[in-house]
Each structure stands twice: as C-alpha cells, then as structure tokens.
C-alpha cells in the first residue's frame, strides 16, 4: 500500500492542474455567492487570504465585509497559524511561504475563516499545501470557541475521494464559482 502522505502529494498534484485550469478559464467570475454565506456574519471578524499562486480571489469579499478583515501570519513549521488585520490600502510585505502579510502586525481571532484549499471532496474535507497550517489553526480555534470554515475553491478543485487522516479538519461550508455545499454537523 503506498503511504498516506504519498497518496495526499499525488492528490494535491492532481488538483492543483485542475485549479490551473480553472484559474486561466474562471478567474473573473466574482463570487457572488461568497457574499450571501457571508451576510449573517458581517459584523464579525473575518479572516480571508490574499490571493498566491493559481487560488481562487476572496478580495472583492474582503473589501465589502462591514467587521474585522484579517489575514493569515504564518509563525513558524508545525504551529498554528496567528491572524492580523488587513484593509485594502494598508502597506505589505512578503511572508513566509511567499504569502504576502502586513508590514503592521495587529493581531485579532477571527470567528469567520475563509480557508483557501487544493482539494475538497462532497463531505467539506478539504487538502491544503501540506503544511497542515489550517488544520492546526482550525483545531486549536474550535477547541474554545464557535468558529465558522468556509471553503473557497474554483468547482474543478473538488475530488471524489481524498486521502485522509483524523486531524485534517473539515469545513462548514464550501462555495465555488458554481455552488454553495453547506455541511451541517
Ligand atoms: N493565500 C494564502 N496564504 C496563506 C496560505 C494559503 O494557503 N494561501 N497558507 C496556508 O497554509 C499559509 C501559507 N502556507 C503555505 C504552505 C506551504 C507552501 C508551499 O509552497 N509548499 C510547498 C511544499 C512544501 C515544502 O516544500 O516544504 C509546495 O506546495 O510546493 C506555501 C504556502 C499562510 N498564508
Ligand atoms: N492538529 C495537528 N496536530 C499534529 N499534526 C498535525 C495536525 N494537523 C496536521 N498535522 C500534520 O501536519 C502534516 C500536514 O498535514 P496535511 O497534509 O493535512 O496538510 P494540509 O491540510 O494539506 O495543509 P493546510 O492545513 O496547511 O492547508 C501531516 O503530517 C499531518 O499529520
């Protein structure tokens, strides 16, 4: 039987041609649909992502969000993930991992998580980079508070079947280009 962490490198390969795909053929699409999962929420503090690599854009949601808009801060391998805040016009620098972050850090605890993803099957699990940053985050989150994950991907991302293992941390809901999946557990 070939490994998990095999089985989960290949999936996220698989998936990231999809995306690509998706990216050059979708990307101007707005999510509209964001917006309405986001509405009972928009006076929380809302933590999103800028946008790396071929990722679906949640920045038009960002810049309309009424609450606290913050972004990810990764601190380093193996730990959760620390969220600062973030405005349209504020000043930024690289981060680790190439993700762009807040030359200001102000650090928040979001309520509301726009999760970015690779993969994601019908059941809101999903498949990230590997650093299993957002599996932490989402776990440590929840151990002390009610925390909403909305899954944000372009449709061709989702995959019948993932590999997966018990601290991967499953999504409330899941929207695309094409639709809303809303997991109720
Ligand atoms: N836009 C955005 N920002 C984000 C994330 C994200 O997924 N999207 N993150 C979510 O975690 C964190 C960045 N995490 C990352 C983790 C790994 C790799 C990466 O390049 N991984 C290599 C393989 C790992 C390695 O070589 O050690 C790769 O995929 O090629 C990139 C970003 C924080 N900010
Ligand atoms: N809460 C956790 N505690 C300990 N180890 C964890 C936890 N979450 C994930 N891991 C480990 O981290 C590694 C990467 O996890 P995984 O492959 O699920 O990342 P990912 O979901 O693709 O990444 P991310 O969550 O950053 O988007 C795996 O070896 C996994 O077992």
């Known amino acids: ?39 009972p929420y928009r006076k929380k503090t809302l933590a999103a992502y800028v946008p790396m690599r071929t990722e679906i ?5 960002m810049e309309a969000h009424s609450g ?43 309520d509301v998580l726009i999760v970015p993803l690779v993969a994601f099957d019908d059941a809101g699990n999903r498949l990230g980079y590997g650093g299993g940053f957002y599996d932490r985050t989402l776990q440590d989150l929840r151990r002390s ?3 909403v994950a909305i899954g944000l991907a372009f449709e ?3 995959a019948d079947e993932l590999p997966l293992e018990a601290t991967d941390q499953p999504l409330d809901f899941i929207v695309t280009e094409a639709k809303t999946r809303t997991f109720s557990r």
């Open 145 to 147: 508070r009610h925390v």
């Open 68 to 110: 606290q808009v913050c972004v990810p801060v990764i601190q380093s391998a193996g730990t959760a993930l620390k969220f600062a805040l973030w405005t349209a016009d504020m000043a930024m620098v690289e981060g680790a991992f190439g993700a762009r972050i807040p030359q200001n850090i102000t650090y928040v605890t979001p």
């Open 156 to 158: 061709a991302q989702h």
């Open 57 to 61: 854009s949640p920045l038009a949601a």
């Open 1 to 39: 039987m070939v490994d998990l962490a095999a089985r989960k490198s290949q999936a996220r390969k698989d998936a990231f041609a999809r995306r690509k795909l998706a990216f050059d053929a979708v990307n101007s699409t707005p999510v509209t649909r964001l917006t309405e999962v986001l509405a």
